[in-house]
T-cell receptor, first 117, second 110 residues
Framework: DGGITQSPKYLFRKEGQNVTLSCEQN?????MYWYRQDPGQGLRLIYY???????QKGDIAEGYSVSREKKESFPLTVTSAQKNPTAFYLC????????????????FGAGSRLTVL | EDQVTQSPEALRLQEGESSSLNCSYT??????LFWYRQDPGKGPEFLFT???AGEEKEKERLKATLTKKESFLHITAPKPEDSATYLC???????????FGGGTRLMVKP
C-alpha cells in the first residue's frame, strides 16, 4: 500500500541534543511538508519541498533543518536551537507543490511525538 | 493574512444526537476548503474538499457545506466511532500552502 512512513513514533531528547525525524513516502509525490502540532493549535508549517534538492522555510522554521536528496525522503532535524521542541510532528505530501489549478489535498503520515526530557 | 477559526473547541454528544461543527475563515480568494479527521496519536485523514459557496459534499453520516465566510460539518446520528478531532483548512487562490484551524474535538458517548 502506498503511503507515508514516519519514524520513530516516539522520541525523547535531552537538552542540547539534535534529533532527526524520518519521513519516507512511496506515493511518487513531488511535494513534501513538515508540520508541527501543539494541543489546541492548528498545524503549523515548518518546512516544505516542492522538488528534489530544493526546500523552503515555512512559518516556524527557526531551530529546524531539512534535506531533500531523494524524492522519497524528507528528514527533519530538530536542533538544540529549538527552545520548545516538545510537540507532535507530522509529515505530509501531495502530487505537486505547484497547485495546477487544483486544490492541495495532502496525505499525512502517522506522526512522531517528540518529548524533551 | 489567512485565518481559520473552528468552534466549538470540544463537543460532547450522545449517540444519535445530531450537531454541527463550524469553521470560519478569512482568505484572499479561496482555492479550496478542506476537512480532515484526526484520531488520537495519528495523522489527519482527508474527508472533503469544497471549492465554492453553495457546494455540499457527503460521506456516510457527515455532510460538509460552504458559504463565503464559513463551512459547517454536519454530523447526523453520530456513533461512538465518529469520535475524533476534525480539522478545517483553507488554501488561498494565490498560494499553495494550507492554513489550518485549531480543530474541534468530538466525543460521542454510547
Amino acid at each position: 500500500d502506498g503511503g507515508i512512513t514516519q519514524s520513530p513514533k516516539y522520541l525523547f531528547r535531552k537538552e542540547g541534543q539534535n534529533v532527526t525525524l524520518s519521513c519516507e513516502q512511496n506515493l511518487n509525490h513531488d511535494a513534501m511538508y513538515w508540520y508541527r502540532q501543539d494541543p489546541g493549535q492548528g498545524l503549523r508549517l515548518i518546512y516544505y519541498s516542492q522538488i528534489v534538492n530544493d526546500f523552503q522555510k515555512g512559518d516556524i522554521a527557526e531551530g529546524y533543518s531539512v534535506s531533500r536528496e531523494k524524492k522519497e525522503s524528507f528528514p527533519l532535524t530538530v536542533t538544540s536551537a529549538q527552545k520548545n521542541p516538545t510537540a507532535f510532528y507530522l509529515c505530509a505530501s501531495n502530487p505537486s507543490g505547484r497547485a495546477l489549478g487544483g486544490a492541495n489535498v495532502l496525505t499525512f503520515g502517522a506522526g512522531s511525538r517528540l518529548t524533551v526530557l | 493574512e489567512d485565518q481559520v477559526t473552528q468552534s466549538p473547541e470540544a463537543l460532547r454528544l450522545q449517540e444519535g444526537e445530531s450537531s454541527s461543527l463550524n469553521c470560519s475563515y478569512t482568505v484572499s480568494g479561496l482555492r479550496g476548503l478542506f476537512w480532515y479527521r484526526q484520531d488520537p496519536g495519528k495523522g489527519p485523514e482527508f474527508l472533503f474538499t469544497l471549492y465554492s459557496a453553495g457546494e455540499e459534499k457527503e460521506k456516510e453520516r457527515l455532510k460538509a457545506t460552504l458559504t463565503k465566510k464559513e463551512s459547517f460539518l454536519h454530523i447526523t446520528a453520530p456513533k461512538p466511532e465518529d469520535s475524533a478531532t476534525y480539522l478545517c483548512a483553507v488554501q488561498a487562490s494565490a498560494g499553495n500552502m494550507l492554513t489550518f484551524g485549531g480543530g474541534t474535538r468530538l466525543m460521542v458517548k454510547p
